[in-house]
């Protein structure tokens, strides 16, 4: 749909108001803004690797970088320096997050040479980051049941979807167990690795599967229902958009490819496009406060 080439197309998230898709160049530092009426995608230049995006109640995009939080206002691409992540004995990059019902801005933290051990988990509640998960290898997928009790979360490094009891009141979660144990699903693809998430409008859990090809479709109770085939393997998020929130995006990457994949695939890193049949939900929005912002520049588009 769009032959983007990214080389780490990552975070899809759907403006409702601005009718147009978000979506991340993680380690090209790009953050896309994607007009699938007009068919036109534009890149705001952020400098650092940027690992999600998030929709803010002020207009404005809340994006997670290398070294902290960043706001991207869409309409000028002045970036401001919302809050820095504390430096640690191994550097680490922003890989996927989200806002959870109550507006606080979820992000995974992974080393950049992927060592086990050195990922996060980490909330942001207007103050300051909380780490809520460690010893984590790719933090990966996140999303939430439509009543907002469940979490659901993946860590890469493991064949299984998680879940997780989420407070409606303080957003603390607890009892991390097995969703889906993919290694159990005769449709999974057996090199996949289970990458992001997002969940549709019947509570139904969408998985991309990086390596494997395709995105999966599972019931409230972790029963597998359907399949997506994309064109190329790796496979790396998805998230319902358009008007009426009807159709599936997805990102893919070329990260890590060989020259006979590349050949082989062509649009890898592109962005796809399906319609399930079934319909997502809004994005969340981010309604926590920032603090005091640092120094400000412009965005390259």
């Known amino acids: 749909m769009l032959d983007a080439h990214a080389e780490l197309g990552e975070g899809p998230v759907w403006d409702d108001g601005r009718h147009v898709l978000w979506w991340v160049d993680i380690m090209a530092g790009r953050v896309h803004c994607f007009d699938p009426m007009a068919g036109l995608d534009r890149a705001y230049e952020m400098g650092t690797p940027v690992g999600c995006v998030a929709l803010r109640d002020d207009g404005r995009l809340a994006v997670a970088a290398a070294d902290g939080l960043l706001t991207l206002d869409p309409e000028t691409g002045a970036v401001e320096t919302a809050a820095a992540f504390e430096p640690g004995a191994v550097a680490l990059r922003s890989n996927d997050g989200k806002s959870d019902p109550l507006g606080r801005l979820w992000i995974d933290r992974m080393a950049f040479d992927r060592a086990a051990g050195a990922g996060l988990l980490v909330r942001f509640d207007g103050s300051g980051f909380e780490t809520v998960l460690g010893g984590l290898a790719i933090p990966n997928g996140l999303a939430w049941s439509g009543d907002g009790r469940r979490m659901y979360f993946v860590d890469s490094r493991d064949p299984v979807i998680s879940v997780l009891d989420f407070d409606m009141e303080s957003s603390a979660v607890e009892r991390r167990r097995p969703?889906?144990?993919?290694?159990?699903?005769?449709?999974?693809?057996?090199?996949?690795?289970?990458?992001?998430?997002?969940?549709?409008?019947?509570?139904?859990?969408?998985?991309?599967?990086?390596?494997?090809?395709?995105?999966?479709?599972?019931?409230?109770?972790?029963?597998?229902?359907?399949?997506?085939?994309?064109?190329?393997?790796?496979?790396?998020?998805?998230?319902?958009?358009?008007?009426?929130?009807?159709?599936?995006?997805?990102?893919?990457?070329?990260?890590?490819?060989?020259?006979?994949?590349?050949?082989?695939?062509?649009?890898?890193?592109?962005?796809?496009?399906?319609?399930?049949?079934?319909r997502g939900r809004p994005a969340r929005r981010c309604k926590i406060g920032v603090g005091t912002p640092g120094d400000v520049e412009s965005a390259a588009l």
């Open 179 to 278: 969703f889906v144990r993919l290694v159990d699903v005769p449709e999974w693809p057996r090199r996949g690795v289970p990458d992001g998430l997002t969940v549709d409008a019947e509570d139904c859990v969408w998985a991309a599967a990086w390596g494997g090809g395709c995105v999966l479709r599972f019931g409230p109770d972790g029963t597998f229902i359907g399949r997506i085939e994309v064109p190329v393997s790796r496979v790396s998020s998805c998230s319902f958009g358009g008007d009426d929130l009807s159709e599936l995006f997805i990102t893919t990457a070329w990260e890590d490819a060989t020259a006979e994949e590349l050949a082989a695939q062509p649009n890898a890193g592109g962005l796809f496009r399906a319609r399930p049949g079934v």
